[in-house]
């Protein structure tokens, strides 16, 4: 059971990190499918993932919709990083921008990033989704990986329960650095519209990654 849960996990965010690291191909499937909705019904909380159902789905205009919201800087752009939704700055930071002052919150490759670069460094991990290292899609691609790991340990037996439970630690670590996926979610929300399908999309994932948390909390008690 443990090994089909972490696989199915590990699915799950491979698809979620895809879809919200320009793949649009892979989110149109999954909303044709019914997938994510189908994952939104099994949540023990109701979240609104109704605009993820769709029988045809053009994937241009998805495509437009997400270059707005994550890509191209504008009046919808929602940066997709960690470094951008923190109220403080990091320490050192010295940056050339002309639109970031120095000392102030929100900027490129802060503290985030380079939490999560070293613990794909200490995981021997080197992500391929995302631009960097606190992008959302990579800290999904992350996660996904780590899961992967999980369940073949867990399938190779009770010699393996350590090494199983080395990469709980690291899927640990990596979803109590996702607390900022609730000022993503708003700011997606109020670029996107309540019942955009990017909305949709990234509400599901901050259900997903919050009860993942829960389950492996629970499971330490």
């Given at each position: 059971?443990?090994?089909?849960?972490?696989?199915?996990?590990?699915?799950?965010?491979?698809?979620?990190?895809?879809?919200?690291?320009?793949?649009?191909?892979?989110?149109?499937?999954?909303?044709?499918?019914?997938s994510l909705v189908d994952v939104a019904a099994t949540l023990p909380v109701e979240i609104d993932a109704s605009a993820l159902e769709r029988e045809d789905v053009d994937e241009?205009?998805?495509?437009?919709?997400?270059?707005?919201?994550?890509?191209?800087?504008?009046?919808?752009?929602?940066?997709?990083?960690?470094?951008?939704?923190?109220?403080?700055?990091?320490?050192?930071?010295?940056?050339?921008?002309?639109?970031?002052?120095?000392?102030?919150?929100?900027?490129?490759?802060?503290?985030?990033?380079?939490?999560?670069?070293?613990?794909?460094?200490?995981?021997?991990?080197?992500?391929?989704?995302?631009?960097?290292?606190?992008?959302?899609?990579?800290?999904?691609?992350?996660?996904?990986?780590?899961?992967?790991?999980?369940?073949?340990?867990?399938?190779?037996?009770?010699?393996?329960?350590?090494?199983?439970?080395?990469?709980?630690?690291?899927?640990?670590?990596?979803?109590?650095?996702?607390?900022?996926?609730?000022?993503?979610?708003?700011?997606?929300?109020?670029?996107?519209?309540?019942?955009?399908?990017?909305?949709?999309?990234?509400?599901?994932?901050?259900?997903?990654?919050?009860?993942?948390?829960?389950?492996?909390?629970?499971?330490?008690?």
């Open positions: 059971m443990a090994v089909t849960v972490a696989d199915a996990r590990a699915d799950l965010y491979g698809l979620l990190a895809a879809a919200l690291d320009g793949e649009t191909a892979v989110l149109a499937a999954a909303m044709c499918d019914g241009e205009a998805l495509s437009i919709a997400f270059d707005n919201l994550f890509v191209v800087p504008g009046p919808k752009y929602v940066p997709p990083i960690a470094s951008a939704h923190r109220d403080d700055p990091s320490e050192p930071f010295e940056s050339d921008s002309p639109f970031h002052d120095e000392g102030s919150a929100g900027e490129l490759l802060g503290d985030p990033a380079s939490t999560m670069s070293a613990l794909y460094e200490r995981a021997g991990f080197q992500p391929q989704r995302g631009e960097f290292p606190d992008h959302v899609a990579a800290q999904l691609e992350f996660l996904g990986a780590a899961a992967r790991a999980e369940a073949r340990a867990l399938e190779d037996g009770d010699d393996e329960r350590a090494r199983a439970e080395r990469f709980r630690t690291l899927q640990r670590e990596t979803l109590g650095r996702l607390g900022w996926l609730d000022a993503f979610h708003e700011d997606v929300a109020a670029a996107d519209g309540r019942d955009g399908v990017y909305t949709a999309l990234v509400t599901v994932t901050r259900t997903v990654t919050a009860w993942h948390a829960r389950d492996l909390e629970e499971s330490d008690r």
